[in-house]
T-cell receptor
Framework: GQSLEQPSEVTAVEGAIVQINCTYQ??????LSWYQQHDGGAPTFLSY????GLEETGRFSSFLSRSDSYGYLLLQELQMKDSASYFC???????????FGTGTRLLVSP | NAGVTQTPKFRVLKTGQSMTLLCAQD?????MYWYRQDPGMGLRLIHY???????AKGEVPDGYNVSRLKKQNFLLGLESAAPSQTSVYFC??????????FGPGTRLTVT
């Protein structure tokens, strides 16, 4: 089956840099997306890696290595508002479907 | 531009009752999705649609039915609710890009 594994929780302080890893156990993913979800809210799109390498969007960067079945989300200059859950998601099914990872809860402290 | 809206926001059902959740999007998106999210877990795909009049099964389709009679609406039905269907249900839509746009969610409790 298809599965994406993430650490359940990561803690960091304001201003720091944190990396959230995602490893997957399937072939057939066209790329890897990342979503943010605040408590009680809806997931919102952060980034998509169609190719191996690093994609940068402001304070957030995302990396993909297909050969290692591995990706990560890098958050820089952490702010309190970054406290949320972060999900990686593999794009499959003919570019139509996402398979979500287990999610990582990020806690940012002062 | 409301984006993706879901009705209702909250619902409590008794075991065996039926209900329909409505998802509407005003972005003219082709693709629409229904997910469920259980506490501390990721989202699991229930059913999806790649265009008006089409539906397809996702990872966890049992106990649910869907319909997409109009491009802007995607309905999720529970014919006979079970406590195992207690969850938060999210609808999402997308065009031909990679980004899915999510609705605010429906919190369903089955007692």
């Amino acid at each position: 089956g298809q599965s994406l594994e993430q650490p359940s929780e990561v803690t960091a302080v304001e201003g720091a840099i944190v990396q959230i890893n995602c490893t997957y156990q399937t072939s057939g993913f066209y790329g890897l997306s990342w979503y943010q979800q605040h408590d009680g809210g809806a997931p919102t799109f952060l980034s998509y890696n169609a190719l191996d390498g690093l994609e940068e969007t402001g304070r957030f960067s995302s990396f993909l290595s297909r050969s290692d079945s591995y990706g990560y989300l890098l958050l820089q200059e952490l702010q309190m508002k970054d406290s949320a859950s972060y999900f990686c998601a593999g794009l499959g099914g003919g570019f139509q479907k996402l398979v979500f990872g287990t999610g990582t809860r990020l806690l940012v402290s002062p | 531009n409301a984006g993706v809206t879901q009705t209702p926001k909250f619902r409590v059902l008794k075991t065996g009752q039926s209900m329909t959740l409505l998802c509407a999007q005003d972005m003219n998106h082709e693709y629409m999705y229904w997910y469920r999210q259980d506490p501390g877990m990721g989202l699991r795909l229930i059913h999806y649609s790649v265009g008006e009049g089409t539906t397809a099964k996702g990872e966890v389709p049992d106990g649910y039915n869907v319909s997409r009679l109009k491009k802007q609406n995607f309905l999720l039905g529970l014919e006979s609710a079970a406590p195992s269907q207690t969850s938060v249900y999210f609808c999402a839509s997308k065009d031909y890009s990679y980004e899915q746009y999510f609705g605010p969610g429906t919190r369903l409790t089955v007692t």
